[in-house]
């Protein structure tokens, strides 16, 4: 009996220290979102450029289909205000239409240094390795942008991104983050990218954790040769995360970048929406396995029922009262989160936030289940099945006889 007791009481003083854990990562993303999101360094860059050259940046861009916002977030990349860029266009298929929208913008703006890359190569599982891969041989610049095709850039974001890019740094990245837009999914994918996934994002970013993802990352070519080049990290889906980790095993920094990668497609459903970070949570799963122990417990719902027990058995309270008062200042924290980050007003009433965050929050269990349960990713064109340590092969069709 009593070491039943001892048991109850060890994780009880177990859960409670993890729910303080996790409310102190709460705070330090919300000060690393009003310290670091509010630094930009790109005027006064921009102001010391005659008498420091600034470094020339090849921007490799992957394409795959056309959606409703492509031809205006492409167009953000000819209109941004840096002296010495060019932007390469990778895309598989030559019946793909997003080659007419490239071709379009490069007529509209025939002085912009720019190419265009058809066919790809196949150097391993990776589509989007493989779509890269003539771009990244034919970057003549020291610098390299990796940027998804639905990422919209401001006039300056590619010169805050340089600013971050010192002496010690080899990689600049910026937090996921996404327009406004209508409708309900759009409200559900603005809550996630600036509240649970930035909360992470940020916290991992401010204590040193290896958190990049490839939506936009500028890196140190030099960095990628020395490892072999993109090519090298074709056996991964996530490559980002692998790009980073080479980089920082050279011994080199990695730094967030003061500007959102402000994403813009222009198709937003909640299936589609649940499917990516579905997909994002079987990498982590695969890459790094003991994700599995705790994800489930850095959720609002599950960390309160937890702290709801751990409350009642060493202090007496009532788990209702404080699952509920953990749920409210939660939430609070959550929106203070996001218009942080947002930097301006929201798109959105109050209401809406709470309707879209609880949508988020008791829907999170499911999908960690389902990440769990049927790990094979559906990505592009592709099915693959991950390993242990993130690397991949690819599920071919059975063929009918």
């Known amino acids: 009996m009593h070491d039943l007791i001892y048991t109850i009481h060890g994780f009880a003083v177990f859960f409670f220290i993890f729910w303080a854990g996790l409310w102190a990562i709460h705070g330090i ?36 289909g056309v959606d409703p916002n492509l ?6 990349f000819f209109n941004m205000n840096y002296p010495k860029y060019e932007i390469l ?13 490239v071709e379009e913008l490069r007529a509209k703006y025939p002085k912009q240094d720019t190419e265009l890359f058809i066919g790809g190569m196949r150097v391993g599982i990776n589509p989007k ?25 401001k006039e300056d974001t590619l010169l805050d991104m340089v600013s971050f890019m010192d002496d010690k740094t080899g990689l600049v990245h910026q937090m996921p983050f996404v327009c406004d837009r209508s409708g309900f999914p759009s409200i559900v994918e603005k809550v996630y990218f600036g509240t649970s996934h930035a909360r992470i994002y940020l916290a991992a970013d401010c204590l040193g954790i290896n958190c990049p993802t490839g939506m936009s990352a500028l890196m140190r070519k030099k960095l990628l040769d020395d490892a072999g080049g993109i090519k090298e990290f074709g056996c991964y889906l996530a490559e980002d995360y692998f790009f980073a980790k080479a980089i920082t095993k050279m011994g080199w920094k990695i730094s967030i970048s003061s500007q959102v990668a402000w994403q813009n497609s222009g198709v937003c459903d909640i299936s589609a929406f649940q499917a990516r970070i579905s997909r994002w949570a079987k990498l982590r799963f695969a890459m790094i396995p003991m994700t599995m122990l705790g994800e489930p417990f850095i959720e609002c719902l599950l960390l309160g029922i937890c702290a709801g027990f751990s409350t009642r058995v060493l202090f007496g309270f009532d788990p209702i009262v404080v699952f509920l008062i953990h749920l409210l200042i939660w939430c609070i924290m959550d929106w ?7 930097g301006g007003p929201l798109p ?40 242990w340590g993130g690397k991949v092969e690819e599920i071919l069709p059975k063929v009918k006889l």
């Open 29 to 64: 993303a919300l000060f690393w979102s009003l310290w670091r999101l509010r630094r930009s360094r790109g005027a006064s860059l921009l102001a010391l450029a005659p008498e420091i050259p600034l470094p020339g940046v090849s921007i490799i861009k992957p394409l795959l």
């Open 71 to 76: 031809s205006s977030n492409l167009e953000t």
């Open 89 to 101: 266009f990778c895309v598989q298929e030559e019946t793909d239409e997003a080659i007419r929208v």
């Open 129 to 153: 390795i493989n779509n890269m891969q003539p771009a990244y041989l034919a970057a003549k610049y020291e610098l390299i942008l990796v940027s998804d095709s639905g990422i919209r850039m």
């Open 336 to 342: 203070l989160l996001l218009r942080s980050i947002q």
């Open 348 to 387: 959105f009433n109050k209401f809406d936030f709470v309707m879209a965050w609880l949508f988020r929050e008791t829907s999170a269990p499911f999908l960690f289940c389902h990440s769990l349960f049927f790990p094979s990713i559906r990505w592009r064109e592709g099915t693959y099945r991950l390993h």
